[in-house]
């Protein structure tokens, strides 16, 4: 129940904080493909995170500064190819494009540029050594049945997007 926990959570959040910045930037926009309060790619990104972290980082015997660097690097590289692959996905499934780098210099294409790239190595950073253990207890607060219901709402949001946006 963890990682669902997780998923969902960052997922929410995730869809918070785009939805605050668009709500700056623009008007009636929000963030993600969903009809609920969810941006399922930063779900993808925490998972990931842990995952490196429960069987890649805390494996690592070095000294802190090369081991953050380490994690930096490597948090780096990989959350820039789930947001490319979560870019080119909804490209291909549903024609949009939730966001484009094209713009802004330097950039891999429209779905990954510099700038975010190093955001998101740090911001990965960050989580696993000041907001995890925040997080921890959160999680440990969520009953299985609330997961379930939690859980059983994203699915039905999935299939009424792929229903209706496909």
Known sequence: ????????????????????????????????????????????????IELLNKYFFKKIKSNKILKYLIEFLTLTIILSLIEY?????LNYLFDID?????????????????????IWGLLGTIYIH??????DKIIKQITNKETYIFLTIFIIDTILVLINKL
């Open 1 to 48: 129940m963890y990682y669902t926990n997780i998923f969902l959570l960052y997922s929410l959040l995730g869809f918070i904080m785009e939805s605050t910045l668009f709500k700056i930037k623009t008007v009636n926009k929000h963030s993600g493909i969903f009809y609920g309060p969810m941006t399922a790619v930063y779900g993808v990104g925490i998972i990931s």
């Open 85 to 89: 692959l979560g870019g080119n996905i």
């Open 98 to 118: 939730m966001w484009d780098y094209s713009k802004i210099k330097p950039n891999f294409g429209k779905y990954i540029c510099l700038q975010n790239s190093i």
């Open 130 to 135: 000041f907001f995890k253990p925040f997080t």
